[in-house]
């Protein structure tokens, strides 16, 4: 239920934006810094090992690749990893808002959210930091993130907003 409520939620944001957008001059400059302020939060919040950045190096990679393997850390019979999908699908979700906003090319919007997944997962990896990289985590949060695209797309078809992006090439 506090999925639906999240989802609904952001999709009414999706329609405010999408309402908002073309009487604002500004709308893809202003969007493009949220975006940016965006990646650089989730880069912070996502690969900050859990005892401090200080810590960076000091651990062994933990990577995972089969993403079956991610139901084999829970007890039997729990939602947990449903739970951690759903969690990290929609921390994805709203990254979508600002992209569809500043991002103008349809196959850089489409692909933004699941290559920043990739490259937080590969940074976590990398530097050591605690943290497990998991190909469950790049699935989910791209998952999140489509969805979130897929709602401003029809936010947009809602309000009526006729718009042309740049051709897929």
Not at 14 to 43: D, E, K, N
Not at 55 to 82: C, H, K, M, Q, R
């Amino acid at each position: 239920m506090t999925t639906v409520i999240a989802l609904v939620a952001f999709f009414v944001v999706s329609v405010a934006v999408c309402y908002g957008a073309p009487r604002l001059g500004m709308a893809r400059r202003i969007a493009g810094i949220f975006l940016a302020i965006a990646v650089v939060a989730y880069v912070y919040v996502l690969v900050q090992p859990s005892g401090g950045w200080a810590e960076v190096f000091g651990a062994d990679p933990d990577i995972t690749l089969n993403p079956i393997a991610s139901f084999a850390y829970t007890n039997p019979g729990t939602d947990l990893t449903l739970a951690m999908v759903t969690l990290n699908a929609l921390l994805f979700v709203p990254l979508a808002i600002p992209a569809f906003v500043a991002v103008t090319n349809r196959a850089a919007l489409w692909l933004f959210g699941p290559v920043l997944s990739v490259l937080i997962e590969t940074f976590q990896a990398v530097l050591g930091t605690g943290r497990q990289s998991d190909i469950m985590d790049v699935l989910a949060n791209s998952l999140g993130y489509v969805i979130g695209v897929a709602m401003m797309y029809a936010a947009h078809a809602l309000v009526g907003v006729r718009e042309q992006r740049a051709p897929v090439t």
